[in-house]
């Protein structure tokens, strides 16, 4: 036989297994139908693990068991997730009440951040809501997301990102912690300085207060001056207030020009930052669950099982439905050591047919599982990273 003679087998072969498949997508649609009516959930593990050792079963070498469960476990996928778009089409999507609004209420809106005045979170929130937002705040995150829940704020503006420090990592845990929504975002350029106090020169420093981060991003600095002792603190700016209050001349913080101005301290060096374009992401949190009309990112977070695929398989939902996911971030399972939760960020509207079928998928397939929000993002296009 020859190769096109060979490849003619194949073509028919093929072509009877699109047939075949088709007819098997027909069959399903009928039992999504069925499990509309009945209130059934459209995954059926039991089922789906019967089927693949019965597949298995009917395989003649190691190889083709292994394909033919390969195989299978993808066409049983491709079943459900065209079950989960007729649900989604019949509108059948518990658990997403996400009121839409035209906008958020910025003018009025009393605002909530960590810190003291001058934080890079006061920096955002007046960026977020303008200039003459009437913001308060807090000792802790933590506190800040207390603070709308009580509604003593509307929103609480909290970093979720540093492009070079990464992930903060506590604020993921709030965000599974509280009952609240993202709904908007907005990027701040950091510009960390050396601040001492004005009678201050460089020489005098023994001393180093700055947030865990602020250290981290200036850590190439700091191995240069390693005759420097370093002391986290809970807040850029509070670590400038630390070191006018002292009045040592020995101390020194790392924070931003203008809490080095608010608190009376000299800039006693610039350009200590490992990277030039160090941009902080902020969320935008607030009790209700509501999202913008123009909204273009959602935040998701869901626990699968501990198993083979299970990532691959709920991100599939993504894939599936033509979705650009943007950001990946786990956080340990408390009293699950070694388990993961997922945070996943992707490009899309509730409103959207796509977004809607991903949701109802993961929703089902996912042992845990919740919208964070979804909101718009300019994708920082304010920074200018060469500065
Ligand atoms: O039998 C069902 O309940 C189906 O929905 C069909 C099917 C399949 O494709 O075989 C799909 C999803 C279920 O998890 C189990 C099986």
Redesign the pocket.
Known sequence: MDLSELRKEIDDIDRDLVQMFEK?MAL?QE??EY?IKTGMQ????K??VE?LEAIQQMADSDFNRYGVHELFTQ??AI??KL?YQLLADKGVITGLPFEMVPNLQKSRANVVFQGVEGAYSHVAALQFFGEKAKVFHVKTWDDAMKAICAGTADFAVLPIENSSAGSVSDVYDLLVKYDNYIVGETFVKVDHVLLGLPEAEISDIQTVYSHPQGLMQCSRFLEEHRELTKYSTSNTALSAKRVQEEKDITHAAIASEMAGSLYGLKVLDRNIMNSRGNTTRFIVVASRKMYVADSNKLSLCFETNHENAALYNMLSHLTYNGLNMLKLESRPILGRPWEFRFFVDFEGNLGDAGVKNALRGILEEANYFRILGNYYTDKGKNIDENK
């Open positions: 098997r399903c039992v999504a499990k459209v995954l059926d593990r089922r789906e089927k066409i049983m079943s459900r079950q």
